[in-house]
């Protein structure tokens, strides 16, 4: 991430996310406010996703939308682009308002997506042009969309959505960086993956400034999830592992550490929020440009989320218990992964005052220590998911995300997926 990229005239920085790889999407836009970056790239007569794209729909944080003026500045900048708007989506992107926006956005004759939010939004926006590519409209259609139990199932019998989607992420949580999308059934409450042939965004605008407008607790745990995303990755036991693999999940990481911390001392910090910006484009890289599958802490989040518990809380909550119950199996990558903590000044510092010792203390306690710091959750009770009956759905429903079986201890019964989550109830 060290490459030096010209800015234009207006000071825009607008460059592949990933320059090495052979295809370009999606650009990152930096440097210029968002409603700016938009209303430029929806002009442009460049040879461009959105080069004679002029009926625009907005999937709007609601927060945003009802707190600040930020939504409306936009959509004064756009003016007659603009043929509809959708103000919020639920956590964990219920099929039902799926439909609802794919519904309207078809009947308006919508031609580009543009979100700003968080990751509810970006993966609604995937989903609804896959439904919109393939005409569909009611729950049965999107039983027919979604990629099963293995999210990475390709499926040439779909059309490939061709409405673009620009994304201005408020959090941490990377889903513009990927073009898997992931909506939750509203009567079984189980997520499932919109694999291919959906697309993620064509372009990501990153607006730091913005993002002081996202609650602190929001910005913390879904940067949390992007160091899940690290840690998982570089804890890996899979073929898929390599030393570029290693190096993203490195960059980011050594990013994240220190950008949390700091975002935690002065919300107000925006370099520390540039850092975390920036930093998630590696971690994503590690899933979506390597190849390399996650493990539990992302399985079983899966599943936990749809309970209500917000996609950066399960992290939180369940990632230092996976590094503890697969220490026998990964502990070499684990010892990686903990000289990179122990590497930061500031983490350093908090590891000691809290009596931590680097030759002693193991992965598992250190993030337990780093989360707790950062204020976050650390146990099912603390995000209310309590009782036997949660607890049987939650071991049933993980069963079935395919990176329980990626796990370097792979969950092969209930009994393994409880095993984990007794060490987390609180």
Not at 26 to 37: G, V
Request: include cysteine; proline fraction near 5%.
């Amino acid at each position: 991430m060290s490459q030096e990229f010209k800015a234009d005239a207006d000071g825009e920085i607008h460059r592949p996310a990933y320059p090495a790889q052979d295809h370009p999407y999606p650009y990152i836009s930096y440097n210029l406010s968002f409603h700016k970056a938009i209303s430029k790239h929806l002009s442009s007569s460049q040879s461009s996703p959105f080069a004679g794209r002029s009926r625009v729909y907005i999937i709007a944080s609601a927060s945003l939308s009802k707190n600040t003026s930020h939504i409306q500045t936009s959509l004064d900048e756009l003016g007659d682009k603009v043929v509809g708007v959708r103000y919020g989506m639920r956590p964990h992107t219920l099929w039902s308002e799926v439909l609802e926006v794919t519904n309207d956005a078809r009947e308006k004759k919508a031609d580009v997506l543009v979100t700003v939010g968080a990751g509810s939004l970006t993966d609604g926006a995937k989903i609804i042009a896959l439904a919109l590519a393939n005409n569909a409209s009611t729950f049965s259609d999107l039983e027919k969309l979604h990629s099963g139990n293995d999210w990475s199932t390709q499926r040439p019998d779909l059309k490939v959505p061709d409405i673009p989607i620009i994304s201005v992420p408020t959090s941490l949580s990377g889903g513009e960086y990927s073009f898997l999308g992931g909506g939750t059934h509203d009567t079984s409450q189980q997520k499932f993956g919109f694999g291919h042939p959906t697309k993620g965004p064509a372009l990501v605008i990153l607006d730091a400034e913005l993002t002081t407008t996202t609650p602190e607790h929001i910005w913390l745990q879904s940067g949390v999830r992007a160091v899940d995303h690290c840690v998982e990755g570089l804890c890996s036991l899979s073929e898929k592992v390599s030393v570029e693999s290693d190096e993203s999940a490195t960059r980011g990481l050594k990013l994240l550490v220190k950008g949390l911390l700091r975002c935690k001392k002065n919300p107000k910090d925006l370099e520390a929020r540039r850092m975390c910006q920036m930093s998630v484009i590696d971690a994503m890289g590690v899933v979506f440009q390597f190849g390399v599958p996650m493990g539990a802490s992302h399985g079983i989040g899966h599943q936990l989320g749809p309970m209500g518990v917000g996609h950066g809380e399960t992290s939180c909550v369940l990632l230092p218990a996976v590094c503890h119950y697969n220490s026998p199996i990964n502990s070499d990558r684990q010892e990686k992964v903990k000289e990179i903590f122990w590497g930061d000044e500031e983490a350093r510092k908090l590891f000691e005052q809290k009596g931590l010792k680097k030759e002693e203390a193991d992965l598992g306690t250190l993030l337990d220590c780093f989360i707790s710091a950062l204020g976050m959750p650390r146990s099912l009770k603390a995000v209310a998911v309590e009782g036997e009956e949660k607890m049987e759905i939650l071991a049933r429903n993980a069963l079935m995300d395919h990176w329980c079986e990626t796990n370097p201890r792979p969950l092969n019964t209930k009994e393994d997926v409880r095993a984990i989550l007794e060490m987390v109830k609180g």
